[in-house]
């Protein structure tokens, strides 16, 4: 029995033919058996396209309709006039505006140092030897931690409080790139949702382009504009527990690690590595039932740091415990970073540590333009891919390779 004969209702459910109908509307369910159907199969050839494609805008199905729908709207907007492409700032343009503070002056002139582009890389340094002579003012604080540690979040609590008494920020996060698609998300800024409104702050996310190193090269030299720029306070957020470690440590003050609670015994914090080159170490997250596994913690990395020798600096790295989502325990660290300063700069390893980073820095550059000037070359290329085949054929091995390309 139809749902309709259940009620008492004809089984073409209630329509506006019906003598007492519910509704002024058909609800005429469409039938799909042959013997159920108002028109023949053999009459819907000769029905009209409309009707052909719709029958249940056949008079036989009374007040049903079917909307023929809209237009496809354009894929691009027809309103949209293309943009002309800007030209290329001069290298005196860029930094006279740097050296006013001009934000947007200082993102191209990083733009710029980032890409690849011969006549970008022509710009870009001489912006930098120009900007060079008003540098080296700021504290340069590397921050680094393990993945889902909260650097992005504690970046944003500790900016604050270092603008809360004067001065301008900037901050360097380096954002990791895929290794299958190249690209980079550059997220760690909406993280930092306080900071990046704020009129004294600068953020700039750059991917790590799969060159940890290269990066890293870069990162320094937007360093010294964004120095030039009046910026005295400058964060180089890492791309976590990694090679890029190494790289960040050798331009940077302070190195800061961030750890968290449970993620390992002493032993995990005997083993060289990251601790070596931490100048001060922060548990986060101690806030709420979490507090005594941060205070185990540190005192965990306590007793681990009494094994390692002494630092160069003489400092001996301190071990707090803070939470940055709930912003506890802030103005300890940040105490903590003051007193390393003048430790630092009263013992003269300051001065010492900037002449040894620089001195780095010149063989690292040397390195990287040999490698671009070698692979570059095209009189090499082809016998670049000659040899190629010869190791891929076992015809070479990879060392002898190697050898007679570089003579």
């Known amino acids: 029995m139809a749902r309709g004969e259940a009620r008492g209702l004809p089984s073409g459910g209630l329509c506006a033919a019906t003598p007492g109908a519910v509704r002024a509307t058909t609800r005429c369910p469409l039938p799909t058996h042959p013997d ?48 002309r492409r800007q030209p290329l700032p001069s290298a005196a343009d860029l930094v006279e505006g740097i050296l006013k503070g001009d934000v947007t002056r200082l993102a191209r002139a990083v733009t710029l140092i980032e890409s690849v582009a011969p006549q970008h890389q022509a710009i870009a340094q001489e912006v930098i030897e120009k900007c060079l002579p008003y540098s080296g003012h700021s504290r340069r604080i590397g921050i680094t931690g393990v993945p889902g540690a909260g650097k992005s979040t ?51 996310p750059s991917p790590s382009a799969g060159s940890l190193g290269g990066v890293a090269r870069k990162t320094r030299e937007t360093i010294v504009l964004c120095e030039a720029a009046g910026f005295d306070n400058v964060f180089v957020e890492t791309v976590g527990v990694g090679q890029s470690e190494t790289a960040v440590h050798s331009m940077v003050d302070f190195f800061l690690l961030i750890q968290l609670a449970g993620t390992g015994d002493e032993l995990q914090g005997i083993k ?46 301190e071990v707090l415990t803070y939470s940055g989502y709930f912003e506890l325990g802030i103005p300890e660290v940040w105490d903590m970073i003051d007193r390393y300063f003048h430790f630092v700069k009263e013992n003269g390893y300051f001065e010492r540590r900037r002449l040894n980073q620089a001195r780095y820095w010149m063989y690292e550059t040397i390195d990287s333009e040999l490698r671009r000037r070698f692979y570059d070359d095209p009189d090499r290329a082809s016998l670049i891919a000659e040899t190629e085949r010869k190791v891929l054929d076992n015809r070479l091995s990879p060392f002898a390779a190697a050898q007679l390309l570089l003579k």
Request: proline share 11%.
């Open 154 to 204: 504690s970046i944003d609590v500790f900016g604050l409080h270092v603008l809360k008494d004067g001065g301008k920020l900037a901050v360097l996060a380096i954002d990791p790139s895929s290794e299958r698609t190249q690209g980079s998300i550059l997220g760690d800024k909406t993280r930092m949702e306080k900071l990046a409104v704020h009129p004294n702050a600068f953020i700039r």
């Open 36 to 83: 159920l159907l108002p028109i023949s199969p053999e009459t819907l050839p000769k029905l009209n396209p409309t009707v052909e494609k719709h029958p249940e805008n056949s008079p036989e199905y009374v007040g049903l309709t079917v909307n023929a729908g809209v237009a496809q709207p354009p894929s691009v907007n027809p309103y949209l006039k293309p943009r």
């Open 272 to 317: 060289r590595g990251i601790m070596e080159m931490a100048d001060g170490i922060v548990i986060n997250k101690a806030d709420g039932d979490n507090i005594e596994r941060a205070k185990l913690a540190q005192a965990q990395f306590r007793s681990a740091l009494r094994l390692f020798p002494t630092p160069p600096s003489g400092w001996t790295p």
